[in-house]
């Protein structure tokens, strides 16, 4: 097996127990425009292998913090002004063709099933809560001066685990201790299971950090420090699909 294999096990660090308390309190309690940032904290400093499997249900902590999301978002009454848009008609769509096809591909097996549909809530379920969070410009600002920071600590661990070949995260489980190494070059992956979704994650977020340098001095100076920081994470990744979103985005940008 796998030494980063994690699905399945209960695994619980108690600093990542801790994190995890302290963020979905955050999550419950903070004024709404903040209410998005405990997740990306989660997502970005706690390894995906913590997680509480009970009766064989898998509670990974982003699962148990997108709960707490939940419950902040119903006991407020955040859902009632929610309005469907045409994108969650494509994202809901999407979140169906693949539970369909993922379910025929291991020709209906049970326990294939359930993990999809376990998946399948998962990110359906951050997309409509991250929906119902971040609303307006003002939101959504507040989140990405939230990610800019995140990401400008984040580096360091990439750059400390491209130094030295040793994770730090791998003491919460679900990355390996040691990075891997392919063509001569470490594929640094920090908090999250793979390299390459470390990579797009970030990639992700550099499109949103370039809508800001319409913004004030202020704000493009930050927007300048989270792309460099996206870029320097990304290398570290050593990976080409990051990179590729990274041009997907500059043709996407090109054309409007």
């Not at 499997?53 to 902590?61: E, H, Y």
């Not at 390996?176 to 970030?202: D, K, N, S, V, W």
């Not at 290398?235 to 041009?247: G, Y």
Request: net charge positive; proline share 4%; hydrophobic share 55%.
């Amino acid at each position: 097996m796998a030494e980063n294999y994690f699905y399945g096990e209960t695994t619980v660090n108690a600093l990542g127990l801790l994190v995890l308390v302290v963020l979905a309190i955050a999550s419950i309690l903070v004024p709404r425009r903040y209410a998005a940032v405990p997740i990306l904290v989660l997502c970005c400093f706690v390894a995906p292998g913590q997680r509480i499997v009970l009766a064989g249900l898998d509670f990974s902590f982003m699962r148990i913090i997108l709960m707490a999301g939940w419950a902040r978002v119903l006991i407020r009454g955040e859902l009632s002004n929610y309005e469907w848009k045409p994108i969650d008609a494509v994202m809901l769509a999407w979140a169906v063709v693949g539970l369909l096809a993922y379910t025929m591909l291991w020709g209906g097996a049970s326990g294939q099933f359930i993990w999809r549909v376990g998946d399948t809530m998962e990110t359906y379920g951050a997309y409509i809560l991250f929906r119902c969070l971040v609303k307006d410009w003002t939101d959504l600002r507040t989140f990405l001066m939230a990610s800019i920071l995140l990401v400008s600590a984040v580096v360091g661990f990439f750059a400390f685990e491209n130094q030295t070949r040793r994770n730090l995260f791998a003491v919460f489980g679900g990355v390996p201790p040691e990075t891997m190494l392919r063509q001569g070059r470490l594929r640094c992956q920090g908090a999250f299971a793979h390299p390459i979704l470390a990579g797009c994650f970030y990639a992700t977020l550099m499109p949103m950090y370039v809508g800001l340098f319409w913004s004030t001095s202020l704000h493009r100076l930050l927007a300048a420090v989270g792309i460099l920081a996206s870029l320097g994470v990304i290398f570290f990744c050593a990976s080409s699909t990051p990179i590729l979103a990274v041009m997907a985005a500059m043709v996407g940008g090109a054309l409007i």
